[in-house]
Nanobody, 126 residues
């Protein structure tokens, strides 16, 4: 069992930056692939970024490439999402998720992630 707790959300002006954190419990964190997803009101959950167990491979949705960076610190059981150049279309609840059987093919598929955090709200003012 893994518990995930996100933090770092808030209100930021368009063009600004935020760094989200996701702290995980459990000794097996370092073996899990991790993902970030987001969901805006009235929309489906959307893939943002993912990272494999070692941090050596990262994956991004096209609209986030060059603006968002996912990273992890296995010693701290934490995964991060650095978000730069935030746009008015970025506001959503951002969730982190863990996949014990992570495969590149499934990085963007929310159904493949077994554990989810409660989410953190990101709001962007124009």
């Amino acid at each position: 069992q893994v518990q995930l707790v996100e933090s770092g959300g808030g209100l930021v002006q368009a063009g600004g930056s935020l760094r989200l954190s996701c702290a995980a419990s459990g000794r097996t964190f370092s073996s899990y692939g991790m993902g970030w997803f987001r969901q805006a009101p009235g929309k489906e959950r959307e893939f943002v970024a993912a990272i494999n167990w070692s941090g050596g491979n990262t994956y991004y949705a096209d609209s986030m490439k060059g603006r968002f960076t996912i990273s992890r610190d296995n010693a701290k059981n934490t995964v991060y999402l650095q978000m730069n150049s935030l746009k008015p279309e970025d506001p959503a609840v951002y969730y982190c998720a863990a996949d014990p059987t992570f495969r590149t093919l499934n990085a963007a598929n929310p159904l493949k992630y077994d554990y989810w955090g409660q989410g953190t709200q990101v709001t962007v003012s124009s």
